[in-house]
């Protein structure tokens, strides 16, 4: 039995199926209430939502039972009286140590938990970091949306942010460096700074048995790392269109990774109306379509950048990606084949596994 943590715009939906068949509403949580992100650690079995309200702002909920009650985590603000206000929580993600968690969000921040996500503290380090004056926005805002843990080092961690780029940390967050070497701002004038460009990252993802390797959607290009996040090579020649928001990653395969291309970022769409997940499994060197299931005639279908997922690997691997038609696509051997998993939801932000 696979379940899916869906994030909508109307509430935070749990569903659960088999691979092949419509996955069931397990429970359903803040009715009515955009829910941005949530997931489940899989760690410990514990639920996490984020929520923006409009009175209240950006707040982090947890709980152990999705269909029972709700904690606030507390800490997850910035400081009364400064110049920025928390506008989102776009993202959380389990670190390597116990109890260690992270949350990202919008004006690009950090935080960190080391109590399971009871409570929270901003990141000074990347929040004082001298550069930030520079940082520009994406068209989401200024979003720290991809959180990137390396595979048994905890004091390793990698984070994105649109339009700043890629920071890394090998000191548990007390310091940061740019890794953006060889990203191309194609939507940037020619004779532009290229300090002051804004690098727009949609998408990062390590791969767990290679984790010096990364993969990267930018707006304007697919990009792979080979050297943790330093520098980066365009991969995205195959692809009907190199923009787009999802990426996910087979942790079996360090080759391998799954991009949804949309038409331009003026036309966030599937490209010609139909809906196709392309596959690399040679580290982007050549690209291939799968679409078997998928709506392939006038879909026009948006898919965000948290709403794509895996679970399991190789042979097991599980796909699942939602739109914001409402729609939930599934597939249950690696991509080959596609099945609705959930239809006439709200539109989908989010799609996690508990992975």
Request: glycine share 12%.
């Amino acid at each position: 039995m696979s379940e899916l943590i869906v994030g909508t715009k109307k509430g935070l939906f749990v569903l659960e199926g088999e691979p092949g068949s419509e996955f069931a509403v397990k429970a359903r949580a803040f009715a009515g209430e955009p829910v941005e992100y949530a997931m489940r650690d899989p760690r410990n079995g514990r639920y996490f939502a984020t929520m923006t309200s409009p009175f209240y702002g950006p707040k982090i909920f947890f709980t152990d039972d999705p269909s029972g009650e709700w904690t606030q985590a507390d800490g997850v603000a910035l400081e009364e009286g400064g110049e920025d206000a928390l506008k989102r929580i776009w993202i959380i993600k389990p670190g390597e140590d116990n109890g260690r968690m992270y949350a990202g969000g919008d004006p690009g921040v950090l935080f960190q938990s080391d109590d399971g996500g009871a409570t929270w503290q901003l990141n000074e380090a990347l929040w004082q970091e001298p550069s930030r004056p520079k940082w520009q926005p994406g068209g989401g805002g200024l979003c720290l949306h991809s959180i990137v843990p390396w595979p048994g080092e905890p004091e390793r961690l990698a984070c994105a942010v649109s339009a700043a780029g890629v920071w890394l940390t090998d000191d548990r967050g007390a310091s940061w460096e740019r890794g953006n070497d060889g990203l191309n701002a194609n939507y940037a004038p020619e004779d532009a700074d290229p300090e002051s460009v804004g690098l727009c990252v949609h998408h990062l993802e390590r791969a767990p048995k290679q984790p010096e390797r990364l993969f990267m959607q930018f707006h304007g290009g697919v990009y792979r790392s080979d050297d943790a996040g330093r520098s980066w090579t365009d991969i995205g020649a195959g692809l009907p269109s190199d923009f787009g928001f999802p990426l996910a990653l087979d942790p079996a395969d360090p080759d391998s990774a799954y991009v949804i291309p949309l038409e331009a970022d003026m036309d966030r769409v599937t490209p010609d109306g139909r809906v196709r997940v392309y596959e690399t499994r040679d580290a982007g060197a050549s690209w291939s379509p799968r679409g078997d299931g998928l709506p392939q005639e006038h879909a026009y279908l948006t898919v965000l950048r948290l709403a794509f997922d895996h679970a399991g690997e190789g042979d097991a691997l599980e796909l699942y990606f939602g739109a914001t038609s409402g729609d939930v696509f599934g597939s249950g051997d690696a991509g080959a084949t596609w099945f609705e998993a959930a239809t006439h939801l709200p539109p989908v932000y989010s799609v996690n596994t508990g992975h």
